[in-house]
């Protein structure tokens, strides 16, 4: 049986290892012995995918990767968009869909960044990565404007993108970090996902 394949685009150097770690982890929580394959995700500066033409190239180029079969995951942060995700996500996805009706797509955007998820689940992370053993998360996360710095200036060495956000997303509370609704609907998008790919996949 050929493996569920999933390719994502994203903004930041950090999802580039951080969102690969979280759709299997989404995956593990449907079946402990469902590993889908997570192609290297492509790295688009969200300043760009807004522009006409610049989404679907990149779209084009995921299910090429793809090979015409598989799911595709656009995950950016909105602090980057400046957007609303209710209004901009539909937008963006219908745009994706239309490049190509053919591959089952998903938008995600983050309000405000992938790193509001992790503070949302704060307390999971005490005494991770040199974070404080008694960590507590912020009342209202979605309203912090610089989660990492939030991040940063909770760890002696400081917040490293690239080392601690992969680090974390492997470890941070799932289930406490869906009281985000950003978070819960990234969840279900890729759970979805992954079910109806492996649906394809095994009829």
Same mark, same amino acid.
Not at 43 to 48: P, T, W, Y
Not at 65 to 86: E, F, N, R, T, W
Not at 126 to 150: C, Y
């Given at each position: 049986?050929?493996?569920?394949?999933?390719?994502?685009?994203?903004?930041?150097?950090?999802?580039? %290892?951080?969102?690969?770690?979280?759709?299997?982890?989404?995956?593990? %929580?449907?079946?402990?012995?469902? *590993?889908?394959? @997570?192609?290297? #995700?492509?790295?688009?500066? /969200?300043?760009?995918?807004?522009?006409?033409?610049?989404?679907?190239?990149?779209?084009?180029?995921?299910?090429?990767?793809?090979?015409?079969?598989?799911?595709?995951?656009?995950? !950016? &942060?909105? &602090? @980057?968009?400046?957007?609303?995700? /209710?209004?901009?996500?539909?937008?963006?996805? /219908?745009?994706?869909?239309?490049?190509? #009706?053919?591959?089952?797509?998903? @938008? @995600?955007?983050?309000?405000? %960044?992938?790193?509001?998820?992790?503070?949302?689940?704060?307390?999971?992370?005490?005494?991770?990565?040199?974070?404080?053993?008694?960590? *507590?998360?912020?009342?209202?996360?979605?309203?912090?404007?610089?989660?990492?710095?939030? !991040?940063?200036?909770?760890?002696?060495?400081?917040?490293?993108?690239?080392? &601690?956000?992969?680090?974390?997303?492997?470890?941070?509370?799932?289930?406490? /970090?869906?009281?985000?609704?950003?978070?819960?609907?990234?969840?279900? %998008?890729?759970?979805?996902?992954?079910?109806?790919?492996?649906?394809?996949?095994?009829?």
């Amino acid at each position: 049986m050929t493996s569920v394949r999933v390719s994502a685009i994203v903004e930041g150097h950090g999802e580039c %290892e951080a969102v690969p770690i979280l759709i299997r982890r989404v995956a593990l %929580e449907i079946d402990p012995g469902f *590993v889908p394959r @997570v192609l290297p #995700p492509m790295r688009v500066h /969200a300043s760009r995918l807004v522009k006409q033409g610049e989404l679907e190239r990149a779209v084009e180029f995921a299910a090429r990767k793809l090979q015409g079969s598989g799911g595709i995951l656009i995950l !950016l &942060d909105c &602090d @980057v968009l400046g957007c609303c995700p /209710a209004r901009t996500g539909p937008e963006l996805l /219908a745009r994706a869909r239309a490049a190509r #009706p053919d591959m089952m797509t998903s @938008v @995600v955007l983050a309000k405000r %960044e992938f790193e509001t998820w992790l503070l949302t689940a704060a307390e999971s992370l005490s005494g991770k990565r040199g974070l404080p053993d008694s960590l *507590v998360g912020p009342t209202d996360p979605e309203s912090i404007r610089d989660a990492k710095g939030w !991040l940063s200036g909770r760890k002696p060495q400081g917040y490293a993108e690239t080392a &601690d956000q992969p680090a974390l997303t492997a470890v941070f509370d799932m289930q406490a /970090a869906r009281r985000a609704d950003s978070f819960d609907k990234c969840y279900r %998008e890729i759970g979805n996902m992954l079910r109806q790919l492996r649906g394809i996949e095994s009829a």
